[in-house]
């Protein structure tokens, strides 16, 4: 079945590239809103609304700091994204194994010739 096209779910929410923007920033600290949009070139609107998907499904906390409201990450929410993805390891791992082995074969045929 189709998944819906919604932001409840971390999959959904960082299927958007500033989203994703947004929580690279965020990995060097806290940072405001005001700053966010201006590193990302958007409007503060814009980007309030980006972080409040974040915060939604768990990806983004806020806490007060005096009249700003300062923007962190939780990258425990991303640890659906994070067992999803490691299923693929092992595929990785065979293809470039299997990747090595053609190469060395290739060079042993190159210095027999």
Do not use: C
Request: without cysteine.
């Amino acid at each position: 079945m189709a998944r819906a096209a919604t932001t409840s779910d971390v999959f959904n929410a960082i299927a958007e590239p500033q989203r994703r923007e947004i929580l690279a920033l965020l990995r060097t600290g806290e940072r405001p809103v005001t700053e966010l949009a201006h590193e990302l070139g958007m409007s503060q609107p814009g980007a309030s609304k980006h972080l409040r998907v974040l915060r939604e499904v768990g990806l983004v906390r806020v806490r007060e700091a005096g009249k700003r409201r300062l923007y962190g990450l939780d990258a425990r929410g991303l640890r659906p994204v994070h067992e999803w993805a490691g299923g693929f390891e092992r595929f990785w791992n065979e293809s470039f194994d299997r990747l090595d082995t053609y190469v060395r074969e290739l060079e042993q045929t190159r210095r027999e010739d």
